[in-house]
């Protein structure tokens, strides 16, 4: 149980282009996902909490008009990379944690590349 | 503010050879801590967990045990395999917030 689905695996896009990444919890409800950037050989950097039903609350230094996120139901989260540059290819990882576990679950992550 | 610092790697072992990646962090409050694996080319998954002092997590023969007194939560497995090749990550969260912070990660090459 307690699994995340995230699509696409991988996408290259033109830049200037947008992209859509989707983040599902199969098996739970979550009201609460986040969004994670992991740059080649670093860790993860936590981009934005996406809540159900309200605006996302991003940290500091993620650009909210680039990083568009829409949570619009209790199974699934958006990411939207508006006007994607090549400084935005990246990994982009989301998260949720299933009510009453202390565990977070990962989706498999998104490997974006911008050319 | 909140972090983990893991130990550099890559480590690089032998096969049967004892592992131990360290992790130290600071927080407020009493937050969860975390091992999470990636092997190549594949996402994240939980390894091993521990939500207060002195609780021991483990999995797959790995070990951490959650350290109140020196905030730490190293990795230990008494005898590392070639199929252990991968990243490590140590991470701590808010039972508040939800949020992770994650350490930079500890790469493991065991060699046959």
């Known amino acids: 149980g307690a699994v995340v689905s995230q699509h696409p695996s991988r996408v290259i896009c033109k830049s200037g282009t947008s992209v859509k990444i989707e983040c599902r919890s199969l098996?739970?409800?979550?009201?609460?996902m986040f969004w994670y950037r992991q740059f080649p050989k670093k860790s993860l950097m936590l981009m934005a909490t996406?809540?159900?039903?309200?605006?996302?609350?991003?940290e500091q230094g993620v650009e909210k008009d680039k990083f568009l996120i829409n949570h619009a139901s209790l199974t699934l989260s958006t990411l939207t990379v508006t006007s994607a540059h090549p400084e935005d290819s990246s990994f982009y990882i989301c998260?949720?944690?299933?009510?009453?576990?202390?565990?977070?679950?990962f989706g498999s992550g998104t490997r974006l590349t911008v050319v | 503010g909140d972090s983990v610092t893991q130990m550099e790697g890559p480590v690089t072992l032998s096969e049967e050879a004892f592992l131990t990646i360290n992790c130290t962090y600071t927080?407020?409050?009493?937050?969860?801590l975390f091992w999470y694996v990636q092997y190549p080319g594949e996402g994240l998954q939980l390894l091993l967990k521990a939500t207060k002092a002195d609780d021991k997590g483990s999995n797959k023969g790995f070990e951490a045990t959650y350290r109140k007194e020196t905030t730490s939560f190293h990795l230990e497995k008494g005898s590392v395999q070639v199929s252990d090749s991968a990243v490590y990550f140590c991470?701590?969260?808010?039972?508040?917030?939800?949020?992770?912070?994650f350490g930079q990660g500890t790469t493991l090459q065991v060699k046959p």
């Open positions: 998260s949720a944690r299933p009510q009453g576990r202390y565990g977070y679950t």
């Open positions: 991470a701590h969260g808010s039972s508040n917030t939800g949020k992770l912070i």
């Open positions: 098996d739970f409800q979550a009201t609460t």
């Open positions: 927080a407020t409050g009493y937050p969860s």
């Open positions: 996406s809540n159900e039903g309200s605006k996302a609350t991003y």
